[in-house]
């Protein structure tokens, strides 16, 4: 324990830097909070969680959202539930999960970004507590960051010690040290650890704590290492590659589109390249013509600890127009319990094409009891790229709209080769304008093993399967014959029609988003056939009306 006294204060008046969802936030002033698809109401504390749940709990991400209340009430219920934690907790640090570096680090930095809503109306006495503990929580996270896994964890942890240290008096001591540590930890991972998740929005979380510990070390008059402003300069262009059209990021792997407005805040604070020069970002392929963005998972789902999150979404897509989503992926819905987690992680729950009942990957058959599920069975080869004249295939470029990003776009994995002998390619092309998206969607088994394996499963009726596009809430749609028709909030009218090979359907879907406080309903299309020999091929399109 820290012999020191406790600190007086803060140096500068903090910032509440990160804002979360006004309508979760009127449901904690109405007594209850919806976390993992747990239900709480009362005392948040008192009932004991799954660890999962206790880490959202005692992180205190739930104050940022009512911090986009800003109402009297909001900060008077903020300041209850924090001063009532307190006063549970006042003996310190203990072993139990809410003291895990990670969620401690979280914590702190909530409570420093919204002492806003913490303090006010409370006496030099009454707020000792609060600052005692803040006291008590660097001293804890100095002596255990480093128990933190590599990733995001680590960097929860060490920027709240660094941000910690930076904003209270007294404590300035520690701020360059942990400045440092937070700067080389960052570095030594590099922008491969922190995307092994192939979760843009857990990269946009990771890039958000080291601005936040720029921000505030500039603010502050403390030079920070070079290396921090050199790891967010190199995330930077990964996420701008990955922004759609209407400034938030693609729903993949348990991501949804980020907090609201934390991704330009991120970019405006980066220097360097605006976007890769080559290659995929972070596994995902580009399209951006005129104020049309699409982004397509152009690579196998991740391992590791990351596949307990991963989701089975390889060549599905989104796409945006302006600033209105047009097709999108469900989402996660790891906020909705264990069953909604499950669901969203199928392929049905993507843009994508699915054989009958079969993902392009699948969860572990072998995952014991409170084993997390894991994604073992992913595809071996996922490739995509521009074909030339010669029909070469060249990897994607991320550069700028119109002069580098593929109007053209091949991609294919074989997913469903071991189980059934097949190989799926997806062709797209995007028009000069945007107004247009023409695809073709092929299953073939390539070879005669391949065939074999695929005449040996097939049934008399064919091999069912269907090619999915989920529509964003706010889009209408109807069906006429065998086309669909689209209106966008804006009023645009889209159309969806196809070359007959197979029947299309509008079914119900939902838009699974961790800042709703349940699933929203949604409609879908539903392009159904059946493979009756060793390849099929279905073209469709999605254009604007009146576009070519």
């Not at 739930?62 to 907790?89: C, E, F």
């Not at 005669?448 to 008399?460: I, S």
């Amino acid at each position: 324990m820290n012999d020191t006294p406790s600190p007086r204060g803060f140096l500068r008046r903090p910032e509440p830097k990160a804002i979360g969802h006004s309508g979760l936030g009127e449901q904690i002033i109405a007594g209850q909070i919806n976390l993992g698809g747990v239900t709480l109401t009362g005392d948040f504390f008192a009932v004991a969680t799954s660890a999962s749940v206790a880490a959202e709990l005692h992180g205190f991400g739930w104050l940022d959202d009512l911090a986009a209340v800003g109402s009297p009430k909001a900060r008077s219920i903020a300041q209850h539930h924090v001063l009532h934690w307190l006063r549970k907790h006042r003996a310190g640090p203990r072993d139990g999960p809410e003291w895990q570096p990670a969620i401690a680090g979280r914590r702190v930095l909530r409570w420093i970004f919204h002492a806003g809503m913490i303090l006010p109306g409370l006496d030099r006495d009454e707020a000792e507590p609060y600052f005692r503990a803040l006291d008590q929580h660097l001293t804890h996270l100095r002596g255990s960051w480093y128990d933190c896994p590599d990733g995001l964890p680590r960097l929860e942890a060490l920027a709240g010690l660094a941000i910690g240290a930076m904003s209270l008096r007294d404590r300035h001591v520690m701020a360059g040290p942990a400045l440092i540590a937070l700067a080389e930890e960052a570095d030594a991972m590099g922008v491969a650890t922190l995307s092994e998740s192939r979760c843009p929005e857990t990269l946009l979380d990771g890039m958000a704590l080291l601005v936040w510990a720029q921000e505030i070390a500039d603010e502050s008059g403390i030079e920070s290492p070079p290396e921090l402003r050199t790891i967010i300069a190199e995330i930077a262009p990964i996420l701008r590659a990955l922004r759609h059209a209407d400034g938030s990021l693609p729903r993949f792997h348990g991501g949804g589109r980020g907090a609201a407005g934390r991704l330009d805040r991120c970019l405006r604070a980066a220097e360097g390249a605006a976007l890769p020069a080559h290659g995929l970002a972070m596994g995902f392929a580009r399209m951006a013509r005129g104020r049309t963005t699409l982004i397509l998972d152009a690579s196998p789902p991740p391992g590791g600890p990351a596949a307990a999150r991963a989701h089975a979404s390889t060549l599905a897509f989104e796409l945006t127009v302006a600033r209105q989503p047009l097709i999108v992926n469900c989402g996660p819905g790891d906020g909705f319990g264990p069953l909604w987690a499950r669901a969203s992680r199928a392929t049905p729950s993507h843009s994508a094409l699915c054989l009958e009942g079969l993902s392009s990957s699948r969860l572990s058959a072998s995952r014991q009891k409170d084993e997390p599920d894991i994604l073992t069975e992913r595809p071996g080869l996922v490739w995509a790229g521009d074909c030339d004249a010669l029909g070469n295939l060249t990897p994607p470029n991320c550069g700028p709209a119109h002069a580098q990003d593929p109007a053209h776009l091949l991609a294919g994995h074989d997913g469903w080769l071991d189980s059934h002998g097949l190989t799926h390619l997806r062709e797209l092309w995007l028009a000069p304008d945007g107004g247009a998206l023409e695809g073709e969607d092929s299953l073939a088994a390539l070879d005669a093993t391949a065939q074999a394996r695929l005449d040996h499963l097939r049934g008399p009726d064919g091999l069912a399967f269907d090619i999915r596009f989920h529509l964003h809430p706010e889009v209408e749609a109807r069906q006429q014959d065998q086309d669909i028709l689209l209106t966008l909030p804006t009023g645009d009218e889209w159309r969806f029609a196809h070359d007959g090979v197979g029947r299309v359907a509008l079914e119900a879907s939902c838009l699974l988003d961790r800042g709703l406080p349940e699933p929203r309903p949604a409609r879908q299309i539903v392009l159904s056939a059946r493979l009756q020999g060793r390849a099929i091929q279905i073209g469709w399109t999605l254009a604007r009306s009146g576009a070519r």
